[in-house]
Protein backbone atom coordinates (compact mmCIF):
# COMPACT_ATOMS: atom_id res chain seq x y z
CA UNK A 1 0.00 0.00 0.00
CA UNK A 2 1.23 3.04 -1.18
CA UNK A 3 2.40 5.93 1.45
CA UNK A 4 1.14 9.45 2.10
CA UNK A 5 2.45 12.58 3.28
CA UNK A 6 2.02 16.09 3.31
CA UNK A 7 4.60 18.01 1.78
CA UNK A 8 5.26 21.13 0.12
CA UNK A 9 5.84 20.91 -4.06
CA UNK A 10 8.28 22.76 -5.72
CA UNK A 11 5.91 22.98 -8.66
CA UNK A 12 2.80 23.72 -7.89
CA UNK A 13 2.77 24.61 -3.91
CA UNK A 14 6.01 25.66 -2.41
CA UNK A 15 4.80 27.34 0.32
CA UNK A 16 1.57 25.40 1.11
CA UNK A 17 1.72 21.32 1.93
CA UNK A 18 -0.45 19.27 -0.35
CA UNK A 19 -1.07 15.07 -0.80
CA UNK A 20 2.37 13.59 -1.94
CA UNK A 21 2.62 9.60 -2.24
CA UNK A 22 6.35 8.49 -1.59
CA UNK A 23 7.65 6.19 -4.57
CA UNK A 24 11.13 5.52 -2.76
CA UNK A 25 11.55 5.26 1.07
CA UNK A 26 14.69 5.25 2.89
CA UNK A 27 17.51 7.98 3.62
CA UNK A 28 16.56 9.66 -0.13
CA UNK A 29 12.53 9.35 -0.87
CA UNK A 30 11.40 10.28 -3.76
CA UNK A 31 7.55 11.25 -3.93
CA UNK A 32 5.24 12.07 -6.44
CA UNK A 33 2.33 15.81 -6.00
CA UNK A 34 -1.06 13.95 -5.95
CA UNK A 35 -1.89 17.74 -7.13
CA UNK A 36 0.30 18.16 -10.45
CA UNK A 37 2.37 14.78 -10.75
CA UNK A 38 5.49 16.24 -10.36
CA UNK A 39 8.07 13.64 -8.81
CA UNK A 40 10.52 14.90 -6.84
CA UNK A 41 12.98 14.37 -3.65
CA UNK A 42 11.63 14.80 -0.25
CA UNK A 43 13.01 16.08 3.08
CA UNK A 44 10.69 14.43 5.68
CA UNK A 45 11.12 14.88 9.55
CA UNK A 46 12.00 12.29 11.43
CA UNK A 47 9.27 12.06 14.18
CA UNK A 48 10.84 12.03 17.42
CA UNK A 49 9.12 11.49 21.09
CA UNK A 50 8.74 13.61 24.05
CA UNK A 51 8.27 12.60 27.70
CA UNK A 52 4.95 14.94 28.68
CA UNK A 53 4.31 15.59 32.68
CA UNK A 54 0.97 14.85 33.41
CA UNK A 55 -1.00 15.68 36.35
CA UNK A 56 -4.10 13.05 36.65
CA UNK A 57 -7.33 13.82 38.84
CA UNK A 58 -8.99 11.19 39.92
CA UNK A 59 -12.30 11.61 42.36
CA UNK A 60 -10.50 13.32 45.45
CA UNK A 61 -6.55 12.36 44.50
CA UNK A 62 -3.97 13.52 41.90
CA UNK A 63 -1.29 11.78 40.96
CA UNK A 64 2.25 12.90 38.84
CA UNK A 65 2.08 10.08 35.89
CA UNK A 66 4.40 10.52 32.25
CA UNK A 67 3.91 9.84 29.10
CA UNK A 68 5.45 9.40 25.83
CA UNK A 69 3.96 11.08 22.30
CA UNK A 70 5.28 12.19 19.06
CA UNK A 71 6.67 15.87 19.54
CA UNK A 72 3.93 16.72 17.05
CA UNK A 73 0.92 15.83 18.24
CA UNK A 74 -1.70 18.70 18.71
CA UNK A 75 -3.12 19.17 22.47
CA UNK A 76 -5.61 20.74 23.52
CA UNK A 77 -8.59 21.45 25.91
CA UNK A 78 -11.35 19.24 26.22
CA UNK A 79 -9.47 16.44 24.23
CA UNK A 80 -8.96 12.98 25.31
CA UNK A 81 -5.72 11.46 25.43
CA UNK A 82 -4.47 7.92 26.96
CA UNK A 83 -1.42 8.14 29.65
CA UNK A 84 0.61 5.35 28.96
CA UNK A 85 3.43 5.37 32.14
CA UNK A 86 5.66 2.80 31.25
CA UNK A 87 7.91 3.54 34.56
CA UNK A 88 4.71 2.30 36.52
CA UNK A 89 2.57 0.78 33.94
CA UNK A 90 -0.68 3.02 34.51
CA UNK A 91 -3.06 3.40 31.36
CA UNK A 92 -5.52 5.70 31.79
CA UNK A 93 -7.74 7.82 29.60
CA UNK A 94 -7.77 11.82 30.27
CA UNK A 95 -9.99 14.62 29.27
CA UNK A 96 -7.23 17.40 28.80
CA UNK A 97 -8.79 20.28 31.32
CA UNK A 98 -5.17 22.51 31.26
CA UNK A 99 -1.91 23.04 29.42
CA UNK A 100 1.18 24.99 30.01
CA UNK A 101 3.39 25.78 27.92
CA UNK A 102 6.28 28.43 28.24
CA UNK A 103 5.16 29.20 31.90
CA UNK A 104 1.37 30.12 31.62
CA UNK A 105 -1.76 28.18 30.58
CA UNK A 106 -2.99 27.89 26.76
CA UNK A 107 -5.38 26.36 25.45
CA UNK A 108 -3.91 24.54 22.95
CA UNK A 109 -0.45 23.38 21.91
CA UNK A 110 2.25 20.78 20.49
CA UNK A 111 3.55 18.11 22.23
CA UNK A 112 7.50 19.82 22.24
CA UNK A 113 6.36 22.52 23.75
CA UNK A 114 3.96 21.34 26.13
CA UNK A 115 5.62 21.32 29.39
CA UNK A 116 2.46 20.29 32.16
CA UNK A 117 -0.86 18.24 31.28
CA UNK A 118 -3.35 18.66 33.86
CA UNK A 119 -6.62 15.99 32.97
CA UNK A 120 -9.71 14.14 34.74
CA UNK A 121 -9.28 10.36 34.79
CA UNK A 122 -12.50 9.24 32.65
CA UNK A 123 -12.13 5.26 32.92
CA UNK A 124 -14.73 5.81 35.74
CA UNK A 125 -16.65 8.93 36.72
CA UNK A 126 -18.87 9.62 39.39
CA UNK A 127 -21.79 11.76 39.07
CA UNK A 128 -23.85 13.51 41.34
CA UNK A 129 -27.41 13.63 41.09
CA UNK A 130 -29.58 16.57 42.63
CA UNK A 131 -32.60 14.35 42.94
CA UNK A 132 -35.61 16.72 44.11
CA UNK A 133 -38.34 14.50 45.89
CA UNK A 134 -41.88 17.10 46.21
CA UNK A 135 -41.41 20.69 46.23
CA UNK A 136 -38.84 21.35 49.00
CA UNK A 137 -36.67 18.35 49.48
CA UNK A 138 -33.46 17.75 47.10
CA UNK A 139 -31.12 14.89 47.89
CA UNK A 140 -27.63 14.60 46.47
CA UNK A 141 -26.94 10.90 45.46
CA UNK A 142 -23.32 9.66 43.63
CA UNK A 143 -23.58 7.08 41.42
CA UNK A 144 -20.29 5.00 39.57
CA UNK A 145 -20.14 4.45 36.22
CA UNK A 146 -18.11 4.02 33.22
CA UNK A 147 -16.93 7.11 31.65
CA UNK A 148 -18.62 6.55 28.17
CA UNK A 149 -22.43 5.41 30.00
CA UNK A 150 -24.67 7.40 28.85
CA UNK A 151 -27.07 9.56 30.72
CA UNK A 152 -30.81 10.26 28.71
CA UNK A 153 -33.04 13.51 29.38
CA UNK A 154 -36.28 12.20 29.74
CA UNK A 155 -35.25 8.55 30.55
CA UNK A 156 -35.40 7.07 34.56
CA UNK A 157 -32.09 6.06 35.99
CA UNK A 158 -31.74 3.30 39.10
CA UNK A 159 -29.17 4.65 41.58
CA UNK A 160 -29.07 1.54 43.88
CA UNK A 161 -32.64 1.13 44.96
CA UNK A 162 -33.58 4.69 43.97
CA UNK A 163 -35.47 5.57 40.44
CA UNK A 164 -34.73 8.78 39.22
CA UNK A 165 -36.50 10.64 36.42
CA UNK A 166 -33.82 12.68 34.56
CA UNK A 167 -35.05 16.30 33.76
CA UNK A 168 -31.91 18.33 33.15
CA UNK A 169 -27.76 17.77 33.15
CA UNK A 170 -25.26 20.49 33.18
CA UNK A 171 -22.11 19.52 31.53
CA UNK A 172 -19.05 20.47 31.91
CA UNK A 173 -18.49 23.65 30.06
CA UNK A 174 -21.67 25.59 32.08
CA UNK A 175 -24.09 24.75 29.57
CA UNK A 176 -27.52 22.78 30.47
CA UNK A 177 -28.95 20.50 28.41
CA UNK A 178 -32.94 19.83 28.59
CA UNK A 179 -34.54 18.82 25.64
CA UNK A 180 -35.96 15.07 26.36
CA UNK A 181 -33.97 12.46 24.46
CA UNK A 182 -30.30 13.93 24.68
CA UNK A 183 -27.50 12.00 24.96
CA UNK A 184 -24.90 13.19 27.59
CA UNK A 185 -22.03 10.74 28.60
CA UNK A 186 -20.85 10.48 31.91
CA UNK A 187 -17.08 12.07 31.46
CA UNK A 188 -18.84 15.18 30.03
CA UNK A 189 -21.22 15.63 33.00
CA UNK A 190 -20.83 18.06 35.78
CA UNK A 191 -24.33 17.60 37.74
CA UNK A 192 -27.50 15.79 36.79
CA UNK A 193 -30.81 17.00 37.86
CA UNK A 194 -33.94 14.52 38.63
CA UNK A 195 -36.90 13.54 40.18
CA UNK A 196 -37.50 10.98 42.56
CA UNK A 197 -40.23 8.35 41.51
CA UNK A 198 -41.24 6.50 38.42
CA UNK A 199 -42.53 7.47 35.11
CA UNK A 200 -45.49 5.32 33.52
CA UNK A 201 -43.55 3.37 30.85
CA UNK A 202 -39.91 3.69 31.56
CA UNK A 203 -38.87 0.53 33.00
CA UNK A 204 -37.00 -0.50 29.75
CA UNK A 205 -34.04 1.62 30.38
CA UNK A 206 -31.92 -0.40 32.77
CA UNK A 207 -32.10 -3.28 30.60
CA UNK A 208 -31.16 -1.04 27.44
CA UNK A 209 -27.88 0.40 28.69
CA UNK A 210 -26.96 -2.65 31.64
CA UNK A 211 -27.46 -2.70 35.25
CA UNK A 212 -24.95 0.12 36.66
Same mark, same amino acid.
Given at each position: ?T ?19 V ?22 K ?34 ? *? ?12 ? *? ?21 ? +? ?19 T ?9 ? /? ?34 ? *??? /???R ?19 ? +?
Open positions: MREIDIECPACSPREEVGHEIKEGQSPIVRCMKCGQVHPAKMTPKNVSLRVVISKMEASNTFKTDLDSETVLQIDDE *LVVDDEETGMVCPI *LITSLEAGGKRVNAGIAEEIETV +WGRAIDEITVKFSAQEGTDKEVIEKRVPGD /YEFVIGEEEKVGNTRLFITKIKVRDGLFRSRKGDVV *LAK /YVKIFARKGRREGLGQSESRRGP +W
